[in-house]
């Protein structure tokens, strides 16, 4: 026997680390770090070094369902695709495209094939019902960074390895491993700030892991970030005043910012955020006199009534501090695929988000879709443009959308729906149509997403390991499936030569891409459709790169630290740095009036993460679930006391959405007023299987959390600082 290693990128979080897989006699054996990955060196979580059993779980699908009697049925790719065809053509035989939506789940984003073949997939569909795990998750960035910079997703991020003071809000890298703000052993460079005289400072209402980490803990109430941030702007321009540096030739609205935010100041959101004024100011002084600083604020600050402003107001204090845009600031990363900045001028069209407006609600569409908070609304209210049937890829909402409960009620009612995943879950249990998506390693990768939020400039390739027809693989990628779906979307037969599918796919991305190629020239390349796109998308960006280059270094390539990219990346009418977007002052003024408004008594619900767990989809992994359960509702011993509830007793909690019971765990690592359960467990119905998951349930912290409530400017549901009461379980319950 002879040992095969293997190098890869893992596709499970967007820390991106190298992976060192060996393999005997085809079976993978063992998964460590790649030491010599340019950019993770070695770094390895428990996810990762488990990617293997993901692949190898006995519950991952690996033929197509069909669901006939009720009960799920293997079947044939041509009778599921025969199936799907059939069922959306009753759909659209009423003549309404908008009646089929579309949810994509979080994976999505880490699937190289899903993400080149969802965009002509969504362009044949023809529908605007489009829902995603962005508006569970991070739409706020992207609202933000659309006002400011004239691109959703020109995204800064902490160069966390110059900064001289880091400030977190909401940010749990320990467990997370870092989001929206790709750094591989994140914790690793948060140790290496403090090691060189650097400080870290983060606010949080739990004591977590990353606190231990830390300078200094300044606990916060939930919900409240964006009036602290607006108060920490205030005391900068008062105290030791702005300094906007480099930036001050490209920067506008500043005046107009700081007049909507002088009544927000640290004496005045003192008591609603629960931080002295004295902590406020002095921290405000801190980042102004740091010789670099960057703030970064992640889900817990995004997930709120006010996720779009917190997200600004982050970049607001890193304007006017001088750090946004040079070395231990916040910086722009330079994907390897993007064009070069240097023959740009800066300005452009901008961004706007309300291009249309939802049925029902009439909720405004940002970047293409809706709120899922709104999604059923849209299947259970009759009328013209009812969504009938619903498309979900790699995606969990039953889960992990706020108000599950009745979403999950929704989804029983519609007339049809497909879903492409790995394990028939608590949402796949809807579908009529089950498409399985290959293992992690049956697919080519590459985090075309990650390299635009990445803190140094790098870029990696994984070939697939696995063959598409290993037995223990479905046959059929990610891509293949979407042009699949996109034939039979526009009317045609869904058995046609898959490969004639697949080129014309490969060639309306080029077109749309700008390349100057026909498909004859992308299918010259003698590459799989996927890495052929990849390639012409290397060779275009400003690297100069092509895929054998990246086949040559199966480590990655170093492409160096982020680099200033001000102003010729900025994208806004103005070409400048724009503050004071219109939208988003008139969020501004309604965040300074709310401050009037005595807010509600009582206890408020947080989610939290945990490093062995990722959203729902990662709990039926033996090794990831075992040991003590970490389901359990966090609650402060004062609270605890005031509701009769000891630790290990089962408590009950209840919303305006629903209600649980959850094991109490008493710890004076949460605040006084907060209790706290994890994201994505509740693996307790019937008709899913996922027997890991299922035996270690725990319960659904999405029950609680009400689909009514969302932030206006990016939709974004409302996952944190609901408010709830707890009280100890009686025999009623």
């Not at 970049?315 to 900045?341: Q, Y």
């Not at 407006?357 to 849209?378: H, K, N, Y």
């Amino acid at each position: 026997m002879t040992d095969e290693v293997h190098y890869r990128t893992c596709p499970l979080c967007e820390a991106t680390c190298g992976l060192e897989l060996t393999m005997r006699d085809g079976t993978v054996v063992r998964v460590r770090g790649d030491r010599n990955d340019v950019f993770s060196k070695g770094y390895i979580c428990p996810k990762g070094s488990l990617l293997h059993k993901l692949a190898d779980d006995p519950d991952r699908l690996r033929s197509p369902l069909i669901k006939r009697d009720g009960e799920f049925v293997e079947a044939t790719w041509d009778e599921a695709f025969a199936a799907v065809a059939e069922g959306l053509g009753r759909v659209w035989d009423a003549g309404d495209r908008n009646a089929v939506a579309v949810y994509l789940g979080n994976p999505t984003v880490h699937n190289l094939g899903a993400m080149l073949g969802t965009k002509p997939f969504l362009r044949a569909l023809g529908t605007r019902n489009l829902y995603s795990a962005s508006t569970v998750d991070q739409m706020p960035r992207h609202v933000s960074s659309g006002a400011m910079f004239g691109r959703p997703d020109s995204i800064p991020v902490p160069d966390l390895d110059r900064t001289d003071y880091l400030l977190m809000l909401g940010a749990n890298p320990a467990e997370s491993n870092g989001s929206l703000c790709t750094a591989p052993d994140f914790m690793g460079r948060v140790a290496a700030i403090r090691a060189r005289g650097g400080r870290v400072v983060v606010v949080d209402p739990r004591r977590t892991r990353t606190v231990h980490a830390a300078d200094e803990h300044v606990t916060i109430r939930p919900g409240t970030d964006a009036w602290w941030l607006g108060a920490i702007v205030t005391e900068i321009a008062r105290g030791p005043g702005c300094n906007l540096g480099a930036l001050a030739p490209h920067v506008s609205g500043l005046d107009e910012v700081l007049d909507a935010l002088g009544p927000l100041d640290a004496a005045s959101v003192a008591e609603r955020c629960g931080i002295d004024a004295a902590t406020t100011r002095r921290i405000a002084v801190a980042l102004r006199a740091a010789p670099t600083a960057a703030v970064y604020g992640r889900i817990g600050t995004h997930t709120t009534e006010w996720g779009t402003l917190a997200s600004w107001l982050a970049d607001v204090i890193n304007v006017i501090t001088g750090n946004l845009d040079r070395p231990g600031g916040a910086m722009f990363p330079t994907p390897a695929i993007a064009p070069s900045d240097e023959a740009r001028e800066p300005g452009g069209r901008g961004w706007t988000a309300g291009r249309w407006a939802s049925r029902v609600r009439g909720v405004p569409e940002v970047r293409g879709e809706f709120p899922v908070a709104t999604l059923a609304d849209e299947i259970e209210t009759p009328g013209p443009g009812r969504v009938r049937a619903l498309i979900t890829h790699a995606g969990n909402p039953v889960r992990s959308a706020p108000n599950s409960e009745r979403l999950d009620r929704a989804l029983a009612s519609l007339e049809f729906m497909v879903s492409i995943d790995i394990y028939l879950n608590e949402t796949t249990r809807h579908a009529d149509v089950i498409l399985p998506s290959p293992s992690p390693l049956a697919k080519a990768h590459c985090d075309l997403a990650f390299m635009g939020l990445s803190v140094r400039n790098v870029v990696n390739y994984s070939p697939a390991i696995r063959p598409a027809d290993h037995p223990d693989e479905p046959g059929l990628g990610d891509f293949e499936i979407f042009a699949t779906l996109a034939l039979i979307a526009s009317g045609l037969v869904p058995d046609a030569d898959r490969g004639i599918v697949t080129g014309l796919m490969v060639s309306a991305l080029a077109t749309e891409g700008g390349f100057d190629v026909d498909h004859e020239t992308a299918a010259a390349t003698n590459q799989p459709p996927v890495e052929a796109i990849l390639d012409l998308m290397l060779r275009r960006g400003w690297a100069g790169l092509t895929l054998d280059d990246l086949r040559a270094h199966p480590h990655g390539i170093d492409l160096g630290a982020l680099v200033p990219r001000l102003p010729a990346m900025l994208r806004t009418p103005s070409g400048t740095v724009e503050l004071a977007a219109p939208p988003i002052m008139r969020e501004a003024e309604r965040l300074v009036a709310a401050l009037a408004t005595p807010p509600a008594g009582g206890l408020v619900l947080v989610g939290r993460r945990h490093e062995r767990s990722n959203n729902s989809w990662m709990h039926n992994i033996e090794r990831l679930v075992s040991g003590r359960s970490r389901c359990t509702l966090e609650i402060n011993p004062e609270d605890a006391c005031a509701a009769g509830i000891a630790d290990g007793d089962e408590a009950l909690v209840e919303s305006a959405a629903g209600s649980l019971v959850a094991t109490a765990e008493v710890t004076d690592a949460i605040a006084r007023g907060t209790v706290c359960l994890p994201h994505g467990w509740g693996h307790d119905v019937a008709g899913t299987r996922q027997r890991t998951a299922a035996s270690t349930a725990g319960v659904n912290s999405n029950v609680l959390t009400t689909d009514d409530v969302i932030d206006p400017l990016s939709g974004n549901a409302r996952l944190n600082g609901i408010p709830v009461s707890v009280r100890a379980v009686a025999p009623a319950d």
